[in-house]
């Protein structure tokens, strides 16, 4: 069974860092583009990062550049988003995702997804 299961999201504080993890079950992580989207309270689904597979390119979304990163561990089946310096506009759920080909790094991107984790930065 094809299952991509997220963890790490926990309360944090703004400025303070969390490290998410993504677990990719029943297919070869290595064959597979992958990445981050995330929902915030009342707001549409957007892209985060992702990451391909055929020469590691990777995209990050302005609104999140130089403070987030991510990154793959082919052998261990596993995806990383580093989130540093956060701020209490990350507030929301990340879905991590992966898909044979990476058309957009978005909501629009048709890839399997994972139930998701909760983040969220407040004081």
């Known amino acids: 069974q094809v299952r991509l299961v997220e963890s790490g999201g926990d309360p944090v504080q703004p400025g303070g860092s969390l490290r998410l993890s993504c677990r990719a079950e029943g297919f070869v992580l290595g064959q597979h583009a992958v990445g981050w989207v995330r929902q915030a309270p009342g707001k549409e689904r957007e892209g985060v990062a992702c990451?391909?597979?055929?020469?590691?390119?990777?995209y990050t979304a302005d609104s999140v550049k130089g403070r987030f990163n991510i990154s793959r561990d082919n052998a261990a089946s596993m995806v990383y988003l580093q989130m540093n310096n956060l701020k209490s506009e990350d507030t929301a759920v990340y879905y991590c995702g992966g898909g044979r080909e990476l058309p957009n790094c978005d909501a629009t991107w048709p890839a399997t997804w994972g139930q998701g984790t909760r983040v969220t930065v407040s004081s």
């Open positions: 990451i391909t597979h055929r020469d590691g390119s990777t």
